[in-house]
């Protein structure tokens, strides 16, 4: 075993910049772990001529990706370049030289993990991708070391710390949605085009890398429900507020009777939830195991250093196999083959907020239907409404199957006592299912 080990970068952006930095700092930390120093040989970007704040020999920048993947000095490929296909391609070439990969990217993995994986097996190399959620909060590790002997049912996470900023302001200032997006990103949180955040996907991305951990089994992205912040009124923190919640975008996944289930949509958490004091931009992931109970990882979801310590973890990993000789041996396929639940096994508490006809028997009609269609109800609010002979009636179900509520909301816009449906978010926290 070499004395000193050379890593290849691609990228060398905002998490890239953080890698270097985190390598020049910390070498002799890195020698004292590993009896060795890790440096960082070549490094692959788009733009030779642009300003950076890292120091880095002007020699070691290239444009061409076979300078760093065919380097035959380099053991460890850091992939922080982002973008799918050509990320994919470079990864795939990596593996085919020998070559052991950490990658930040989720999106690939959400993609093609299981493709890479194998590739990675096939040619005995490492591939590992703690920093693709949840930034520097260890959740992969946590999951697949930590909580590996437990048989983990449910894991519920904020994983986008866009988004959980955009409504913490809403939530906390009153401020439109329009302003909080923009402070995001002026903050530097949300991404230049933000629509992966805010419409869910980069959260349902980072959920399908959970589940297939969690539950040891190969969901696939487009089983995922999705639905993103961008249609929230703010009556709905106010009334979120009124009954003790406050509103996050949570990812949900559970397994149950050999049925997997996984979606992301704006969720009222109960403010007594530990989600619930999660702000800003921070990322938390509340993981139900079978023997262990409830356990919670939180830490920042983004930023250079923080993510940076989450792809180093996963170079020192792989350094440590180097030298015990285990590289590509740690992987267990995934051994459950689960089925998505249907609607009707699947169980939750739901808040549905209606404008209805102020008049004798409006709510005596309304609650007739849900009576037939045997939900019951946690709690109910009424609150007169600026529209002429219109009141606000909200209701908290207690647990019901996605299939009854669905169809309640149907029979619920025929009834001619109810205007409209005017939304409604699944509830999770309350302890009074
Ligand atoms: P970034 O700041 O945009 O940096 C991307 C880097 O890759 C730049 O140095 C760029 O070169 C280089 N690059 C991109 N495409 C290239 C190409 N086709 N050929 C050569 N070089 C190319 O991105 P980032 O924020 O560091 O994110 C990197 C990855 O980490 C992404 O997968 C992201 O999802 C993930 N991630 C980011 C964060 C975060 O906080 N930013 C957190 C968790 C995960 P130039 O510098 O020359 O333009
Ligand atoms: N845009 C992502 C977020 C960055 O807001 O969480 C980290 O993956």
Do not use: W
């Amino acid at each position: 075993m070499k004395n000193n080990v050379s890593i290849g970068l691609l990228g060398l952006g905002v998490v890239g910049s953080g890698v270097v930095k985190l390598i020049e700092n910390r070498q002799e930390e890195l020698v004292n772990q590993l009896g060795f120093g890790v440096n960082v040989k070549r490094v692959l970007v788009r733009d030779l001529e642009k300003e950076r704040d890292v120091q880095l020999a002007q020699t070691a920048l290239t444009t061409d990706p076979n300078d760093v993947l065919h380097d035959p000095d380099i053991d460890v490929i850091v992939e922080v370049m982002g973008g799918i296909e050509e990320a994919r391609q470079h990864i795939l070439e990596a593996f085919a030289t020998k070559k052991h990969v950490v990658t930040a990217n989720k999106d690939l993995i959400a993609l093609h993990g299981p493709e890479l994986q194998d590739a990675a097996n096939r040619n005995q190399c490492d591939l590992f991708y703690e920093a693709s959620v949840a930034g520097g909060t260890p959740i992969l590790r946590g999951l697949s070391d930590g909580l590996i002997s437990d048989r983990i049912q449910q894991v519920m996470g904020i994983v986008n710390g866009t988004t959980n900023y955009i409504l913490t302001k809403m939530d906390e200032d009153g401020v439109t949605y329009e302003s909080a997006l923009k402070d995001a990103q002026d903050l530097g949180f949300a991404e230049a085009d933000p629509t992966a955040d805010v419409e869910g996907l980069d959260a349902a991305r980072k959920m399908v890398i959970l589940a297939r951990l969690a539950f040891s089994t190969n969901i696939e992205l487009e089983d995922v429900e999705v639905t993103g912040i961008t249609n929230i009124a703010l009556n709905d923190f106010e009334y979120a507020k009124k009954l003790d919640y406050t509103m996050k975008l949570i990812g949900f996944a559970k397994y149950h009777d050999q049925h997997v289930e996984v979606s992301v949509q704006p969720t009222f958490i109960s403010v007594n939830h530990p989600l619930a004091a999660v702000k800003n931009e921070y990322n938390a992931v509340f993981v139900d195991g079978e023997a262990v109970g409830s356990t919670m990882f939180y830490g920042p979801g983004a930023g250079s250093m923080a993510t940076a310590t989450a792809v180093m973890s996963d170079v020192i990993a792989v350094i440590k196999n180097m030298q015990l000789g285990v590289n590509g041996k740690g992987f267990v396929k995934p051994c459950v083959d689960g089925k998505l639940a249907p609607p009707d096994q699947r169980f939750g508490q739901y808040y549905i907020r209606l404008n209805v006809k102020d008049e004798v028997g409006a709510f005596a009609t309304i609650s007739e239907l849900f009576n037939q269609m045997d939900i019951s109800f946690e709690r109910i609010l009424q609150i007169p409404s600026s529209k002429y002979e219109q009141a606000e009636v909200i209701l908290v179900t207690h647990k019901t199957t996605l299939k009854k509520f669905e169809e309640s909301k149907v029979k619920l816009e025929n009834l001619s006592v109810v205007e409209s449906v005017e939304s409604s978010y699944r509830v999770e926290g309350d302890g009074n299912e």
